[in-house]
Nanobody
Framework: HVQLVESGGGSVQAGGSLRLSCAAS????????MAWFRQAPGKEREGVARIATGSGNTYYADSAKGRFTISQDDTKNTVYLQMNSLKPEDTAMYYC????????????????WGQGTQVTVS
């Protein structure tokens, strides 16, 4: 089993930055891929970025490219999402997720989810 706890959300003005953290515990083999998703009110959950924890290979949604960076600190079992140049349309609940095999940004394929952290950009 894997437990994920997000932190770092908050309110920021457009153009500002936030760094989200996702602290993971549990079996390492269950989190070979970790990702950040977001969901705005009335919208579907969408993948923002993901990282293959073994290789460090990353992928970003078009909306995140050039502004967001996903990274990991193996010593802390933590994955980060650095978000720069934030826009009002980035406002959403951000979720960290983990899965065992393969690495995608399809939310239905993820086994483990955190509770989410709210990001509001005005």
């Amino acid at each position: 089993h894997v437990q994920l706890v997000e932190s770092g959300g908050g309110s920021v003005q457009a153009g500002g930055s936030l760094r989200l953290s996702c602290a993971a515990s549990g079996y390492t083999y269950n989190r070979n891929c970790m990702a950040w998703f977001r969901q705005a009110p009335g919208k579907e959950r969408e993948g923002v970025a993901r990282i293959a924890t073994g290789s460090g290979n990353t992928y970003y949604a078009d909306s995140a490219k050039g502004r967001f960076t996903i990274s990991q600190d193996d010593t802390k079992n933590t994955v980060y999402l650095q978000m720069n140049s934030l826009k009002p349309e980035d406002t959403a609940m951000y979720y960290c997720a983990a899965k065992s095999f393969g690495c995608t940004v399809i939310p239905g394929l993820y086994n483990y989810w955190g509770q989410g952290t709210q990001v509001t950009v005005s």
